[in-house]
């Protein structure tokens, strides 16, 4: 190559506008170069459309000048030869343009009225596709492309793509930066809302001690705070690991090590990391909510005057496919004309917690004898009614009847148990319905929960 155009390519692979991920500044720098070194007055960079139908022109340099108001595009239809000589995604270089097989249909409408007569188009390569042309324009008489001026002009086509290449890597460190202080303040924003609900937990505290068959306070407090650690250690590791990720990619894209395998590893790894932090900071906010559900005050207590023989069913009949699935039969005794006021919301949460419950623990790893069933029962008394569930499960040892009213105790943990469904149950009846709960089981005699529950004093809804 002849020694002028060997020294514009040396500046021009050297200068930093190529690598820092500014392409208006790099593509600026290229197509000057382009003119300089054919000793050209017009030359331009076009760029494919993501279907390759079209062509349109990104930058056009004409006498020093960037003429920012021209956008061309050229479609397929309309040059399919042109087209069809970018298809070989080989360099075109048309030394008689107006005739040349590849460039003749811009004869009348470009070529003429420009003065152009000869082209020399090379290809713009980007991770091993074609995506686009520098395009070579001569005034004048028409003239031979030498090939050391096509080689030159295809190391220039190279060079774009280097830039291409530094604008996705700036890209994505943006992003990055981006990403990764969105997750500070996640986890900031997230942090704040535990601690400010961790707050409001000292009031539920007390309503929790004052219950019946509650644990200790310092029993609560140690379930509280292993039930949220978990998932908070959890997150704060994969943000670690995310940090030392983005910090070791940095230093590649420093180093100009960066490979494209590398950065989709890192983009994966992140991708992994922030999903689970994020899922495992949804956990915690969870279980806090959970907890603050414990304190009975929570709870809407809209009251009106319920019939139980006809609202029991409505409420336990839509379980019956989730039981179907264990094999369990579900059967309702419930007494005619049994009425009471009382909150309607609270009678289907406990009872969708019991039924839940004797799904989960009643019958789990038990065998099945083809007779699995719960029963719903429901009754009045003189102060109240009975709401009675029972299933013919492997039973509670008698060691454990306390215990399982405790906030956090649970034996299916492994299946995403929290051990607060009973809890919650139990400051339901005791604290809102004055209630009383009795549990009746033994170890393969099945387990029966027995709800008394008094009206409630309250303004009816109309």
């Avoid at 991920?21 to 382009?34: D, K, N, R, T, W």
């Avoid at 940090?243 to 420093?254: V, W």
């Avoid at 006809?310 to 409420?315: E, F, G, L």
């Amino acid at each position: 190559m002849k020694e002028a155009l060997e020294s514009i390519l040396l500046t021009v692979s050297q200068s930093e506008d190529i690598d820092k991920g500014e392409l208006a500044v790099a593509s600026q720098l290229i197509i000057h170069s382009v003119c300089k070194g054919l000793n050209i007055e017009r030359a331009g960079i076009w760029l494919y459309d993501t279907t390759q139908s079209h062509i349109e022109c990104a930058l056009l340099i004409d006498r020093g000048e960037t003429l920012d108001q021209e956008a061309i595009v050229l479609s397929r239809t309309d040059f399919p030869h042109y087209f069809a000589a970018l298809d070989s995604e080989r360099t075109i270089a048309a030394d008689n343009a107006m005739t040349d097989p590849a460039t003749f249909e811009f004869a009348e409408c470009y070529l003429t009225p420009l003065n152009i007569n000869a082209m020399l188009d090379v290809p713009i390569r980007h991770r091993g596709s074609m995506i686009g042309i520098i395009c070579c324009e001569h005034r004048g008489n028409p003239g031979q492309w030498d090939p050391d001026e096509i080689v030159f002009a295809a190391a220039l086509a190279d060079l774009y793509g280097r830039a291409v290449s530094a604008k996705e890597r700036a890209d994505y460190e943006n992003k990055l930066i981006e990403a990764n202080q969105t997750l500070e303040q996640k986890v900031k924003d997230r942090t704040a809302e535990l601690e400010d609900t961790l707050r409001s937990l000292e009031s539920a505290r007390e309503k929790l001690v004052q219950s019946e068959k509650m644990a200790a306070l310092g029993n609560l407090v140690a379930g509280i705070a292993h039930e949220i650690n978990t998932p908070l250690g959890i997150a704060l590791t994969s943000v670690s690991n995310c940090k030392e990720e983005l910090a070791g990619i940095y230093k590649d894209f420093e180093s100009e090590e960066l490979s494209e395998e590398g950065f989709r590893d890192f983009n994966d790894i992140c991708n992994e990391g922030l999903n689970l932090a994020e899922s495992s900071l949804f956990r915690a906010a969870d279980l806090v909510q959970d907890f603050k559900r414990t304190s009975a005050d929570q709870t809407s207590m809209d009251v009106e005057r319920l019939s139980l023989d006809d609202y029991i069913p409505r409420v336990c009949n839509p379980l019956r496919p989730m039981l179907k699935k264990d094999n369990i039969q579900l059967k309702l005794d419930i007494h005619p004309d049994t009425t009471i006021i009382t909150s309607p919301g609270i009678i289907a949460q406990l009872l969708t917690n019991l039924l839940s419950n004797a799904q989960r623990h009643g019958f789990h790893g038990y065998k099945d004898n083809g007779g699995n069933l719960i029963t719903v029962g429901c009754y009045g008394v003189d102060d109240g009614v009975i709401i009675s569930v029972s299933d013919n499960g492997k039973g509670i040892p008698a060691s454990l009847h306390k215990k399982v009213f405790e906030p956090f105790y649970t034996t299916a943990r492994d299946q995403g148990g929290t051990g607060l469904g009973l809890n919650i149950l139990y400051n339901l009846v005791i604290q809102k319905l004055q209630g009383e709960v009795e549990l009746i089981s033994a170890p393969d005699e099945g387990t029966t929960f027995r709800l008394k529950i008094r009206p409630v004093s309250g303004e009816l809804e109309s």
